[in-house]
């Protein structure tokens, strides 16, 4: 009797296992990651957005380690994710921090994304073209919480009360990584190549933690682009995870972002020209909001020099640093009053502004045809270079030289 109090004792505390403290850390990160993994790859990238196609042995392993390890089911998940790009930083967005805030989404991202679950009519819209065989509808949703369950029970067979800590952290990992920091941060903080529609910023250039997920402006921007890293100074790891698959013949890669290319200066904008502004519509409005934030700079500056510093000419310049490269409907109307007062104070500011407009009519308007499109770029580009406003000048040279 007495041993076998010891052994219970013993198993109560260590499991099976007696796995030292840095084996229990290696494990933990290890199941955290591939979970990450599961999440980018098959969740977001293949299912929800359809960038690449995966084959039946990672698809259905993907599909088993979700169930097991966080509960979730694929037809829900997407289609929540859908509605977020459908509904992005409106009243309908299930978890936008612009719209319930960032403590709300921060703190309870996980209920958000609970009470979104049980719309039907989201479920219906936006969770097409998702996992419907024997094994979906008769185990990974009919009963999603047994994963978590047995997970449990092989947590603490192998690690004892550990186990329990472990799973633990495997319950709460995907609802602080996804619900709470990509859904959340990822909306709020952070650096943006493109000037997407949304708020959307990238937290991070390296995406290791998060699989990649941390590049969330990019991936806003070209939401169906398999990779979500652009630049050369960025990383993504579930990029790096589907170029394995893609070289064992276990995924398709369907799509990744335009790049844009500058070549030499076309004597004059053509058709391809547009083709290639609306496709890469996004990077080369982030360039103009860079013109727009040094003009204001410059004008910054410039009323420092006067000793005009601190005035409310100043305070407006700072709010249109800060504003003016969103367009109109994005900008909040509690500071529209001083943003128009330093446009009107700056004809530079004021012809920028004016022309992003134009500029951005380009692919807004869908009532007129190609052949107007290309005459409309041209007669841009033509007023841009005789502005007298060399920010627009240059930005105008650039779009003509712009290649696929």
Known sequence: MNDLLVWAAD??????LHASGWQLLAYTLVVTHITIAAVTIFL???????????????SHFFRFWLWLTTGMVTKEWVAIHRKHH??????????????????TVLLRGAELYRSEAKVSETLSKYGH??????????????????????????????????????WAVQMLWIPIWAAGVINGIGHYWGYRNFEAPDAST???????????EELHNNHHTYATSAKFSVKPYEFDLGWAYI???????????????????????????????LEVIIANRYELMAEYAKELRRTCATELARLKAEGAAKSAAWTNLRLAERWLHRDADRIPGNVREQLDAAIAGSPALQKLVTMREELRQLWTRTNVSGEQLVADLQDWCRRAEA????ALRDFSVQLRSARA
């Not at 990238?202 to 990649?212: D, R």
Request: charged letters at 20%; aromatic letters at 6%.
């Open 243 to 273: 170029r394995v698959l893609q070289s064992l013949g276990w995924a398709k890669v369907r799509k990744v972002a335009p790049q844009l290319v500058l070549g030499s200066v076309k004597a004059e904008a053509d058709r391809r020209t």
């Open 86 to 103: 459908a509904k992005c930083e409106t009243p309908d967005d299930p978890h936008s921090p612009i719209t319930r805030g960032i403590d």
């Open 44 to 58: 977001h990238r293949a299912q929800a957005h359809r960038a690449l196609d995966l084959g039946p042995i990672p």
């Open 11 to 16: 198993f109560a505390a260590n499991g099976l």
């Open 387 to 390: 502005s007298g406003v060399a």
């Open 129 to 166: 073209n998702t996992p419907n065989d024997w094994i979906e509808r008769q185990l990974y949703t009919r009963h999603s919480a047994l994963g978590v369950s047995l997970l449990l029970i092989a947590n603490v067979a192998m690690f004892g009360g550990w186990g329990l800590t472990i």
């Open 202 to 212: 990238n937290i991070s250039p390296w995406g290791l933690l998060i699989g990649g």
